[in-house]
């Protein structure tokens, strides 16, 4: 299917169009995977050659190319003073054609749960379970400045609603998303010490990011907020034409949960309590965190028109997310539960209190926490103290950031400076009663740990 023509581009996004006039089918930032016939936008980077990728462009039959300075190619060129500028113009221009529920998560914690249970229930609701093709939802992290308006140029005729994680690590990104997105349904998580260096370094700053979401709402808009933050009241204080609904555990609460039951360590049960109705719920995923997202993803699937059926058979379908709290068969009958995804003081709050309810050993490795900032010591500190008050009884830090998790845990802590390390120590010593927690910051790189220990793969290629 046509997407558009390169004369439509060059008007919406305010460039120049050079060489003749042709239709694209879609666009792409990379030129490594363009398929003949899609628009490339040449972004530059710090490590981006734009003029390169245009010839590699061109020569994997690209339609033309969106770029800033003109190149001696055989290609339509769309010139433009900032490409990614222009990616964004174009994408905003692209979501107006669609008149169709878009629900918008942010949060420091738990949004791409949340994403991925809103997307289950909405397509068990619009399209039938396993079936993609009615419901757009963010792919991976695709989940900032590039990869927001990427997803949105995704969006077609035959999508009946779309879901779309929203991330940042600085002010006012998230506001620019809003703006291009368009959300006619937002949830906020919670407001956590994620990313505090580039927010301002509080938690009110982070809160604030994040309430930028609900800037880019239209009016009579349904924004989603979680009863039991801090920062509730400040959220809900931020706009008066939107309506607002909450999740929760509080009695107050709009959506909330009761009668919660664990079934082993790898479900979840409890009866979904609405403004109007009440529903049995089952879990399949690891970790109490994962009820309060369900009743945010639940609240955003109602508001964007599914129904409590799909919600019920929707969330009955969810599997954790790999990377986050996947639990794992590990050596000799041990439970790895994989959270390697990335970590905040506040995510792996959450991680220490699942493990610490489970029965048998229970042992935490634990990688730096990226981005938090001049505490930086100081939380990972925190963080040790709380898994020795938690009753975790063996505690596994790996690099440099982690040294004061290991001094609040106390003289019982190992420290270890790589995964590889760690890994020859782990696997000999585990048992059938071990349920060993994995956890931190993608720059840790932690998956390459539960990879070595799981025997699923081998210090070659992994990365």
């Known amino acids: 299917m046509t997407m558009g023509t390169l004369g439509m581009v060059a008007e919406a996004v305010g460039g120049t169009l050079i060489g003749t006039d042709a239709g694209f089918d879609s666009v792409s930032t990379d030129s490594r995977s363009l398929e003949p016939g899609q628009l490339f936008f040449a972004l530059r980077g710090v490590r981006h050659n734009a003029a390169e990728f245009a010839r590699d462009a061109a020569a994997a039959g690209a339609a033309g190319v969106v770029i800033e300075e003109r190149q001696s190619i055989d290609l339509p060129q769309i010139h433009v003073a900032d490409a990614g500028e222009a990616l964004r113009s174009f994408a905003t221009m692209w979501r107006k054609r669609f008149s169709l529920p878009l629900v918008a998560v942010t949060g420091s914690n738990g949004k791409t749960t949340v994403k991925e249970m809103v997307g289950t229930i909405l397509r068990t609701h619009f399209a039938g379970p396993g079936d993609d093709a009615g419901v757009l939802v963010t792919w991976g992290n695709l989940n900032n400045h590039i990869g927001v308006p990427i997803t949105l140029l995704w969006m077609r005729e035959s999508h009946r609603a779309a879901v779309i ?150 969330l009955a379908q969810m599997a954790n997310v790999a990377g986050r709290l996947r639990a794992e068969p590990g050596p000799a009958g041990s439970t790895i539960f994989d959270d390697s995804y990335n970590a905040n003081p506040g995510s792996v709050a959450a991680a220490i209190q699942f493990l610490a309810g489970l029965d048998g050993q229970r042992w935490l490795v634990l990688g730096g926490m990226a981005e938090l900032g001049p505490d930086a010591a100081a939380l990972h500190r925190e963080v040790g103290v709380l898994a020795a008050q938690s009753g975790i009884d063996r505690f596994y830090c790996v690099g440099e950031l982690t040294r004061p998790a290991a001094e609040g845990f106390g003289p019982d802590a190992r420290w270890y400076a790589d995964v590889t390390e760690l890994a020859e120590v782990l696997r000999p010593r585990m048992t059938a009663d071990v349920h060993l927690l994995v956890k931190g910051s993608r720059s840790a790189g932690l998956e390459r740990l539960v990879q070595l220990v799981t025997g699923r793969g081998d210090t070659a290629g992994v990365h």
């Not at 994680?165 to 703006?179: D, N, T, V």
């Not at 801090?230 to 009695?251: E, N, Q, T, V």
């Not at 079934?263 to 009820?291: C, D, Q, W, Y």
Request: glycine share 12%; hydrophobic share 45%.
């Open 165 to 314: 994680e929203m991330g940042a690590s600085a002010k006012h990104e998230i506001a620019r998303l809003a703006a291009i997105a368009a959300p006619t349904v937002a949830i906020i998580t919670n407001a956590g010490p994620a990313h505090l260096g580039g927010f301002g370094g509080t938690l009110k700053d982070v809160a604030e990011a994040k309430g930028e979401l609900f800037a880019g709402l239209p009016a009579g808009s349904i924004a989603i907020i979680n009863r039991d933050d801090p920062f509730y009241g400040y959220w809900r204080s931020l706009r008066k034409d939107i309506s607002y609904r909450s999740f929760g555990l509080s009695p107050e609460a709009d959506y909330r949960a009761v009668e919660v039951q664990a079934s082993g360590v790898r479900s979840l049960g409890f009866r979904l309590l609405t403004p109007t109705a009440g529903i049995p719920v089952e879990l399949p995923m690891s970790g109490g965190h994962n009820v309060r997202n369900a009743l945010a993803a639940a609240a955003a699937s109602l508001a964007a028109g599914a129904s409590l059926q799909a919600v019920r058979d929707g």
